[in-house]
């Protein structure tokens, strides 16, 4: 024999025992008490928080033959019919399987019968599925219906039942339950029903279960099943530290683990952008989050590092997947292609790659971090000696960079090393001029790359055209391929022997003259003339290296007509005469 499940055991008999729906109790007892109860009622809500055992108990205390203070009594026959599902009071229907007009008008002629009790109670489940027959032949019934009949309708998606139908009933709608009293109840069940779950395991139990009751317990009964510990579960951190860290073989990793547990691509990018939505939601609106105290904490945590701009970001790539899921045929291979994308943002060229480089400048210079850091190496299996897939990876201790030693050049400073060590996406936002820096001994020949990476952008990409020649010890001579550009670097020498000047800490002179352009080797070389012999110079020329070149036959035109038009002859103009 089957054992009944927890969800159908500990189902609410009363008012006083639903949980996190205290508007919809208060309602619908005073309603009762005042006997003002209504004709038809629209619960909506998500599943498993409580519409069908509301709509139960309703109809027992409506029907009940002795209800104290709104609530029925669980103990006389009417009540104990309605609960083993034999009361004649209580019709229920499920509209998902029973949606067609048949069914709706055979429920309005029973509708029109007597009832042993004093109501006759319809519960129709999921009506949102009925069809638009069937809704136009319940509507009139909804508007007058006998005065003994009461309907409850329930759905989890209102919006798909018609306004017409929604105007005729009372909407109330019902909501996720609280963390803590999702907990609360869970622990009064495992303590009621003698069960051995460890903390670990509740814990994931009410992740799972997200707010809704009945899920919660059916986690519940499969954890008890299993040992009551926790199962290894895909730890949807991995990927969120990945994104943070720019790490894209990270994510792929944990990608791999979770298929290797099991886990359906989609359903991995549901739960992805849930456990985003409630990092969202501690920044935005922490009484909306559903995790426990400790979980939300360090969901909230990880939420600040990422940013809400990220966040939001990466809920609208996973969703877009999503999507894209329904008709893929590798639906992994898309997954792992957005992971890549959030992980990589500033490799994209478009806007939301710009903003994701800015935003995480921003988030290096609140955190006073001048260098990336480096990638952590991924944890290996002893066993193996492979690298392990899934588990968070410790967290990476900064250590500062030794800065290289260039020739003829001491070791930089820790400021101007740290210009240095920034990435490429980061000097680019850098400001032009280093913020005073000791100074550096050298050639300030040596010193031009340092310089030119410190210069802004425009002005770097200006002079990176030219190239050093005649330097001396106070002095930088600069060639420019043109006069053209020598104008336009004149403009900026000031910017360049002030930045000079920043990181050797004395003045030196940027002069910049007309030097040879570099030469296209694809392009023909000119010969220079000589003006004052008119003569153009060329290499001497070894006799030995010269060939002959093969003959070419030359075919004249009159060749290539006959060619073309076999079998012709050709006539001269004296021949017609």
Known sequence: MAVQSLYRRYRPRRFSELRGQDHIVRALRNAVVNEREGQAYLFSGPRGTGKTSTARILAKVLNCEAPVEGEPCCACASCLAVESGTSYDVIELDAASNNGVDDVRDLIDRAGLGSPGRHRVFILDEVHMLSKAAEAALLKTLEEPPSHVVFVLATTDPQKVSETIRSRTQHLQFHLLPMHDLEEHVRFVVADAGLEVTDAAIEQVLVQGGGSARDTLSALELVVAAGGE??????????????????????????????????????????????????????????????PAERAEHVAAWARRLGNGSIVRAMETIGDTLIAMRHAPDARLLLEVSLMKLCSPGDSGDVSGLVARLERLERAVASGVTAAPASPPPPVDPTTGR?????????????????????????????AQAVMDKAPAEVDNAPAEVDNAPAVAGNPADLWPQVLTSLKPLVRALYSACSVSSPTADTVVLSAPNAVHQTKCNEHAATVAAAFEKLTGRKVGVNVDVG????????????????????????????????DMPVVPVESALDRISRSFPGSKVIDEGDTK
């Open 516 to 547: 040879d352009a570099p030469k296209d080797r694809s392009a023909p070389r000119k010969p220079k003339v000589n003006v004052a012999t008119d003569e153009i110079p060329h290499d001497d020329i070894d006799p030995d290296e010269l060939s």
């Open 230 to 291: 926790a199962e290894e579960a895909v730890d949807l951190d991995e990927f969120i530290e990945a994104i943070i860290d720019g790490d894209p073989g990270r994510a792929l990793a944990a990608v791999a683990f979770a298929v290797q547990q099991g886990r359906d691509p989609r359903t991995l990018g549901e739960q992805l952008v849930r456990h985003l939505r409630e990092a969202f939601l501690t920044q935005m609106a922490p009484e909306l989050v559903q995790l």
């Open 387 to 415: 690298a392990k897939l899934g588990g968070a990876a410790k967290p990476v201790v900064d250590t500062p960079r030794a800065a290289p030693e260039p020739t003829l050049v001491k070791p930089a400073a820790p400021k």
